[in-house]
């Protein structure tokens, strides 16, 4: 069956998206074909030998270095960039990193209008989208504008080969849950099921790959093609309740981003597999296997991806509290939410249970809940 709807509207940013090993050499170049002269190089701390490479690599067309990017883009850390912004004499910026590294350089081109250039050295996929999330006072809130999308994307697969496993498995999963929540988004399109599609079989394919050997090239390069699918379905349609979820438990409870939906991703997918009828075929046909949390359990567990949520840190004692944030200003999901499936997911996830108890422990929940409203109504 084709992905094609009777109705839909479909859009996308102009773009200008460049794969090759070694392709960073050419962020220079890339400056000026933007009609800019000196970039301002934006890392994490962690990166800044990479962001310092890359300057002595740009020469002329090299500001200076910003290294101050932080996981989930916390304002205060904006506001301190924006300082030192505004006494560097650029007139670009040029992200090399990860999502965070990303998320700093979309709040100072979302404040300043300056264009940018980025050379992304995870799987996140905020590359690709129009998206920023930013962190104050314990609450991340999401915005969208075209203005903060990036210009230029440069896909270097030589940058991504020093990223731990671990972490690689982490990025990997959060950019297939792009794909997985776009497949029944509400206005998805036919494009964006064709990405999603092919986005989930790169690292099906590639992962694996990748794992057994981290400095791969052509496993890495598919598996960075598979990211900017996923992160380009991911800047194009409405994510639903796994993305909520992640982003109160990394926004208010300070859990780590891509770990976090690498946890998440089985639980969520199998809860709205059951309200989403063929939309997942997709997946079920890529793993080969018509239990969708099986198949993603099965995938995810094959690479070594992290299992609970109490082992990144969440606490127990948090959780109702989490449902409660995931229920308020909740966003649109196939699946109608309640308070009471919601908190049972995120137990299941936190005891990092196998997805056919968590099921079991749903039904029970379910069955619990049905007996209270018929003793209501007796
Ligand atoms: P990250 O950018 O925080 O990177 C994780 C760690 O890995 C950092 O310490 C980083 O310096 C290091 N690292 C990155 N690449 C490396 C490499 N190649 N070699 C060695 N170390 C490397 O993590 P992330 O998961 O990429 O991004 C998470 C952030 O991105 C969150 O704040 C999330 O909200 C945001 N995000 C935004 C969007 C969007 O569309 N707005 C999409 C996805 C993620």
Known sequence: MSSFLPEFAFSQAAVRVRFAPGVR?????????????????????GQVAMAHDLRTDMGEFAAGVLPLAQMHTPVPVTQEAMLQVGQMDGDCLVAIGGGSTIGLAKALSLRTGLPQIVLPTTYAGSEATPVLGQTEDGVKTTLTDARIQPQV??????LIRSLPVSTTVASALNAMAHAAEGLYARDRNPISTLLATEGLRAFRRALPDVCRNPRDLTARGETLYGAWLCGTVLGQVGMALHHKLCHVLGGSFGLPHAETHAVMLRYTIAFNATATGALLDPIREIFDDGDIGHALAIFADGVGAPRALRDLGMREADLAG???????????????????????????AWAGRTVAKAARAERQSQGQMAAVVRRRHR
């Not at 050499?25 to 002269?37: I, M, P």
């Not at 994307?153 to 030589?158: Q, T």
């Open 153 to 158: 994307i440069l896909y270097d697969a030589e």
């Open 25 to 45: 050499h050419d962020t220079g170049a890339e400056v000026e074909r933007l009609g800019c002269r000196r970039a301002i190089i934006i890392s994490t701390p």
């Open 322 to 348: 989490a449902a409660d944030l995931a229920m308020s200003s909740a966003y649109w999901n196939p699946r109608p939410l309640i308070r009471g499936e919601i908190l049972g997911l995120l137990r299941s």
